[in-house]
């Protein structure tokens, strides 16, 4: 008769406070573990058939003494094309088959202490060149000229 | 005793100790939050595109969108031209660079591009040193005669600064 009476009860308490409890440690390690993906922006203008104006170089003083262009060839090779004061081009081979971006941000770097007004440099590519590989450049070069305009291959 | 039973049959009184759940729900909540207030806005490329990666910082703000994607070029999520792998067929190839289509779709939506824009500015009015630049969404396969050709086509219409949008390598 009394165990009928306990099967038949529907007052209970449902006690889930454990299971809460490691349902919380269980998204801690899953958001710590997370990788979310984030994204980020390269800011580029482009010029078609003009250089850029050199308005955008230096706005207060006159234009810079000196133009850079980065070419991106075929067979990962790097040119850097310096005109106006001085002429002057620079190639830089692959490295281990892959563009050497090192050797790009050092030349450029070596070209931002000679002239230091220069504020914008030209990058140009093959047209078969793929996105992310200009989009590398783009940032190699960024590192050292806040302005990059792309354009078309002279 | 048979009085006893129906009682409890009928009883509806179940307590959850909802506490634990509460205390989980607080701290999702602060992670949804920061998320929020982080992230000013939702990017979502088209299945199958693949963004480059890149360091480029995490400055994105709602504005147009250009998307390039191994089928198709899309304007603010509308086809807009075909591709073929990623190219443009050849009689689209204008002297200057651009593309035929291009340049009538960007010539004709001119002033509605123009005005979107304008409402965008007006609408991120509060961020600093706000710039009309078109986001780019293009797949990192994309052979740079396409991005230039687009690039072109927008820049003959005064639309010549863009943000190229990248995957941050953390």
New interface residues.
């Given amino acids: ?1 009394k165990h009928k ?1 306990e099967k ?10 454990a299971i ?2 490691c ?2 440690i269980l ?1 801690s390690y899953t ?1 710590v573990s997370a ?15 003009q250089p850029p104006p050199p308005s955008t170089q230096n706005q207060k003083s006159s234009p810079p003494e000196v133009n850079v262009t980065v070419n ?1 060839r075929s067979q990962r090779e790097l040119d850097i094309i310096i005109t106006g004061k001085i002429e002057k081009k620079f190639r830089i081979p692959a490295k281990d088959s892959e563009w050497d971006l090192d050797m790009l941000a050092k030349r450029l770097d070596q070209i931002k202490t000679k002239f230091k007004d220069i504020k914008v440099i030209t990058i140009t ?8 590989e ?3 450049a ?2 190699a070069a960024q590192k050292k000229f806040p302005g990059i305009w ?1 354009g ?1 291959q002279t | ?1 048979a009085k ?2 129906r009682r ?2 009928t ?7 909802i ?3 509460a ?2 729900m607080v ?2 909540l602060v ?1 949804l939050l920061k ?1 929020s207030a982080s992230g000013a ?1 939702d ?1 979502t490329p088209s299945a199958g595109l693949t ?10 703000e709602e504005s147009l969108k250009i998307e390039i994607s191994q089928r198709s070029i899309k304007f603010e999520d509308k086809d807009i031209m075909p591709l073929i792998n990623f190219r443009m067929r050849p009689t689209e190839f204008r002297p ?3 593309s035929s289509s291009l340049v009538a779709f960007f010539s004709r939506n001119r002033a509605k591009i123009m005005n979107q824009d304008r409402k965008l500015a007006d609408d991120a009015s509060q961020s600093k040193n706000r ?1 009309k ?1 078109i ?1 780019v969404l ?8 396409t ?2 050709r687009v ?2 086509s ?3 219409e005064g639309l ?9 390598k ?1």
């Fill in positions: 008769m009476k038949k009860s529907q007052d209970f308490k449902l006690n889930i406070t809460i409890d349902m919380v998204i958001l990788s979310f993906i984030a994204m980020g922006a390269v800011d580029i203008n482009f010029y078609n058939n991106l590519a093959q047209d078969s060149i793929q996105y992310r200009v989009v590398g783009i940032e792309l078309e | 005793m006893r039973i409890s049959k009883s509806g009184d179940v307590i959850l100790n506490t634990a759940l205390d989980t701290v999702l992670f998320s806005l990017i963004l480059p990666e890149g360091t480029g910082p995490r400055e994105l200057d660079g651009a710039q630049r986001l293009a797949d990192s396969r994309t052979p740079y005669g991005i230039r690039f072109a927008a820049a003959n010549g600064k863009f943000k190229l949008v990248v995957v941050r953390e």
